[in-house]
């Protein structure tokens, strides 16, 4: 009956007289955690049969990258057509909001006439503004639209979700003996298990992708409707989610342009083709906005790849970490499509950071057991060791990314071409991820985080950025520099100078005792909590039995807030047996506090649960 009816409607509507849609309809398909592990991407072990044939229809772009690793803060690039860490909103499941003249882009969608679902996760870590979406439910679809709408729909797909990688019992259609092994993974029947069941739930993603597709036939709306599919990050399998490199960032991106539409489409558009256009998430919105014929925001970050606004992309890809869940990080890096840059701004952190969601995966689990008994072979256990200050791989010969080029002297140039992009990408749109965390807050009181990073009395970002590029490749001869740095008016600055004089070690603190006693006393918990590391790993047993002192009052919440607390307590985590005096303090420490973000309330007692457990 519904194909009788569109087929009606095509064939009735010009004798009638109605007036043809002026916008194009625009069907957003995506799946979670899933790179382009598909047949169409020349993934052999992938059964994707729905994906790949839109791509044999449509176009598939070669480099996209979602810039973020994991889905809240990649997903409010999206949303927002913003860098988070533009907007304070880099850090997992954090919460804060824009300047009240920006919007998300389904409001100006609305304002083009468009008809907005959202079926159906969000997940921002921005507070929503206006009415984002007309609806945004697990019913939410097109159908529902008020007749003579052009529609923006969206239907996200789970099943690809890393949670779903460990569900047992599953009997894995994929062969776990031929599933592709990275070769950052020890290769043992568990891991294998995983891999092949990630394929398996791609290839279920995949149905489900299909009959969306199916019911857009069956209501006759192929031709009226441009269609995107997408992967949300990288894979949900460790160093993919969470790292931001290419196994973590590169996404399946398929466009489909139907001839009615294709004056819209790309300039490189072909059917069944390929585009070598560098394309990140941080696009999306500007796109979307170009397709619908409305007008762009200048403050948007990204640019139109479509439409009548399309623009030429980029040189880099950018990528960003910032903390994941309970664990602080600072990571930033880029990429042209054939080398990845990273930049680690704290380097005695691995990338593998104990998670307690991340550690569910059978997978990472028994890859870390392995590390800690000593059975990886170096490339298998870097992921468990502390970085270097930057990192470069030749994507053309090292599809793993495994072999670090950023000391080569023939790829000298090519290093310091994608370090100055970076600076230049975060002078440019004012990174906030120089900050602790509690600092994005407390700056920002009566503006947004957005407003006060472009507010140079507020954030003093050459300063505050010089000072951490120094802290992460300080060599000794840098320690009266960072000395200096403990005595600066800006808490940041201090904060980056004495994480530099811990990152120095033993010879680096031994030279800055009375600087680091003195900062124990600091009114900014950031300082005060590194500086008290600090002299509790390489300080006299005195020095260690102030510095604990000082960390258990700063992991009080009730006290001393939430981002206190968090950054307390991953030092006195990292600290393990220097910390065990503090175990009967820990546990009877305060778990819940005031004006905590909910979707960041469970990480405070997480790590105390870390701590007593070792």
């Not at 891999?195 to 009959?211: K, S, V």
């Not at 008016?489 to 811990?502: E, F, Q, T």
């Amino acid at each position: 009956m519904r194909k009788l009816i569109a087929l009606l409607v095509l064939l009735v509507s010009p004798a009638l007289g109605l007036a043809e849609q002026k916008h194009p309809n625009i069907l957003w398909i995506s799946s979670e955690d899933n790179g382009p592990h598909l047949g169409c991407y020349g993934d052999e072990y992938a059964d994707t049969p729905n994906l790949d044939a839109l791509a044999a229809k449509g176009m598939k772009y070669l480099h996209c990258w979602s810039n973020a690793p994991v889905c809240a803060p990649a997903r409010t690039t999206i949303i927002s057509g913003i860098y988070p860490p533009s907007s304070g909103a880099e850090n997992m499941r954090s919460e804060t909001h824009l300047p009240p003249q920006f919007q998300m882009f389904p409001v100006l969608l609305q304002d083009q006439g468009y008809y907005c679902t959202n079926n159906s996760k969000e997940d921002y870590n921005l507070v929503k503004t206006g009415k984002v979406w007309d609806q945004s439910s697990r019913k939410a679809h097109w159908r529902s639209r008020p007749e003579g709408k052009p529609f923006f729909s969206v239907f996200n797909f789970t099943i690809s979700h890393e949670s779903q990688i460990r569900k047992r019992p599953h009997t894995a259609v994929h062969d776990p003996a031929k599933a592709p092994v990275p070769a950052y993974h020890p290769d043992l029947p568990e891991v294998r298990q995983d891999w092949a069941q990630y394929y398996d739930n791609l290839t279920t993603m995949d149905q489900q992708a299909g009959r969306v597709l199916q019911q857009l036939k069956e209501d006759g709306l192929e031709e009226d409707t441009i269609i995107f599919y997408w992967g949300d990050h990288g894979s949900g399998m460790p160093r993919s989610k969470r790292t931001p490199v290419n196994s973590g960032l590169q996404v399946p991106l398929i466009v489909h342009v139907p001839e009615k539409w294709k004056s819209l489409a790309p300039q490189e558009y072909q059917v069944g083709g390929d585009s070598e256009r560098l394309v990140g998430f941080i696009d999306f919105a500007p796109t979307m906005l170009s397709l619908a014929g409305a007008d762009i925001p200048a403050w948007m970050q990204g640019v139109a790849v479509m439409g009548p606004h399309e623009k030429r992309s980029p040189a880099y890809m950018y990528g960003f970490r910032g903390r994941m869940d309970e664990r602080y990080d600072l990571v930033r890096s880029c990429s042209d499509g054939r080398y990845v840059y990273v930049r680690n701004f704290v380097t005695y952190k691995p990338h593998g950071q104990v998670l307690a969601y991340q550690m569910q995966t059978p997978t990472t689990r028994l890859w870390r057991e392995m590390f800690l008994r000593g059975e990886l072979n170096p490339v298998q256990s870097a992921f468990w060791q502390s970085r270097p200050a930057e990192e470069l791989y030749d994507l053309q010969s090292d599809k793993d990314e495994v072999v670090n080029l950023a000391t080569s002297e023939e790829h000298a140039e090519t290093l310091q071409k994608m370090r100055g992009a970076v600076h230049a990408w975060q002078m440019e749109i004012r990174d906030l991820g120089f900050l602790p965390e509690g600092e994005i807050h407390t700056r920002s009181e009566g503006s947004s985080p957005y407003e006060m990073g472009h507010d140079p009395q507020k954030y003093p970002l050459q300063k505050i950025a010089a000072t951490a590029d120094m802290a992460s490749l300080s060599k000794l001869n840098d320690l009266p520099a960072l000395q200096k740095r403990l005595k600066d008016d800006d808490s940041a600055v201090r904060y980056w100078g004495a994480l530099g004089i811990m990152m120095l070690g033993k010879q680096g603190v031994g030279k800055s005792t009375d600087l680091l006693r003195e900062t124990l006393q600091d009114n900014a918990y950031a300082p005060r909590i590194v500086a008290a590391q600090a002299l509790a790993l390489y300080g006299s047993p005195a020095d260690r039995e102030k510095s604990l002192e000082v960390l258990i009052d700063s992991a009080n919440i009730a006290e001393n807030g939430h981002y206190s607390a968090m950054l307390a307590l991953n030092v006195i985590d990292e600290l393990g047996e220097m910390a065990k005096p503090l175990y009967p303090q820990i546990r009877a420490l305060p778990t819940k506090g005031k004006n905590v973000p909910g979707r960041e309330s469970s990480y405070v007692g997480r790590l105390v649960e870390y701590i007593l457990e070792d």
